[in-house]
């Protein structure tokens, strides 16, 4: 392989990530026509078509997709190796893309994010929300953040809060209409809020007490796809939301919403930041551990 060759790989990788030759030239800062010439000139000198081309979309054929799959790790070695030289400086630099449900975003991260960017103004930190389990090595990202039973076994997992709770709670409003439950079981007889994941499943509700363990399918008015809304939901007196602890301390001690079935709900460990194993770990994404780790 030449050096010719090395770069009309990493534009066959950005095309096939990208489904798009437009899109990969704008990641890599070239011309349309330049990306095309160079997978065309690649496809030529191996003698194999590489990319199946429509009018509308772009995807690699098998003999591109076992390439670019034996490909991916080194090209990731290489992006891993320059980030290093670019970062091997007094403070940490680059561009750092984070995984986390939207809790995290807002109860973990958001409060400190200034104090973390004005601490490393080098960094461009990436924040994408995804409730659900993301591959992190296929789609990019240094690191995500999630509970412990979402956790890959090849991933380096660091604890960021220590344990947490969930909440079943209600508004005082709420509460004048309806008996509190004293009983996981009594919740089919109140106005529960939903809570639907990615995949299209409805979450049933979880509890433990002494050793026992209940899984209850609830009912009520209201579905949502993230615990803000099932915050606002319950304020507003909608019904009763299942929540974490991290989430609602200001409401609970305000009032604003009153918590039940709390012996149900038995602590847990808190969410873990995982990445990669990775020979070399990025000075940016070492300053983001060492700065949010125990930030709950």
């Not at 009912?219 to 909608?238: K, M, T, Y």
């Not at 079935?261 to 194993?277: H, M, R, T």
Request: aromatic share 8%; charged share 25%; with cysteine.
């Amino acid at each position: 392989m030449n050096r010719i060759q090395l770069a009309q790989l990493a534009v066959l990788a950005a095309v096939s990530d990208h489904r798009s030759f437009r899109a990969a030239a704008r990641e890599l800062a070239i011309a349309p026509s330049a990306v095309s010439h160079a997978v065309s000139s690649l496809e030529e000198s191996l003698g194999v078509r590489l990319l199946a081309r429509t009018t509308r979309s772009v995807a690699p054929t098998e003999e591109g997709r076992l390439l670019l799959q034996r490909l991916k790790p080194a090209l990731e070695e290489i992006g891993v190796a320059l980030d290093a030289l670019v970062e091997a400086r007094d403070r940490p630099a680059g561009n750092l893309r984070i995984s986390a449900p939207r809790f995290a975003s807002d109860v973990i991260l958001g409060p400190r994010l200034g104090a973390f960017l004005n601490a490393y103004p080098d960094i461009t930190l990436e924040i994408a929300n995804e409730d659900g389990f993301t591959d992190i090595v296929e789609n990019g990202f240094d690191a995500g953040i999630r509970f412990e039973e979402s956790l890959e076994a090849d991933m380096i997992a660091i604890r960021l809060t220590g344990d947490v709770r969930t909440v079943i709670a209600g508004s005082p409003g709420y509460f004048k209409q309806h008996p509190k439950p004293k009983h996981p079981h009594d919740l089919v007889n109140h106005r529960c809020i939903k809570r639907r994941f990615g995949n299209g499943s409805i979450y049933r509700w979880e509890f433990e007490k002494d050793g026992q363990e209940l899984v209850v399918a609830i009912d009520g008015p209201l579905i949502v796809s993230e615990d803000r809304l099932a915050l606002l939901g319950a304020l507003s007196g909608v019904g009763l939301a299942y929540l974490f602890d991290m989430r609602v301390h200001e409401e609970l001690a305000q009032g604003k919403l009153v918590r039940v079935l709390e012996d149900w709900c038995a602590p847990y460990p808190g969410p873990f930041l995982y990445y990669p194993s990775r020979r070399q770990m990025r000075p940016a994404l070492r300053a983001f551990i060492d700065f949010f780790r125990h930030a709950g």
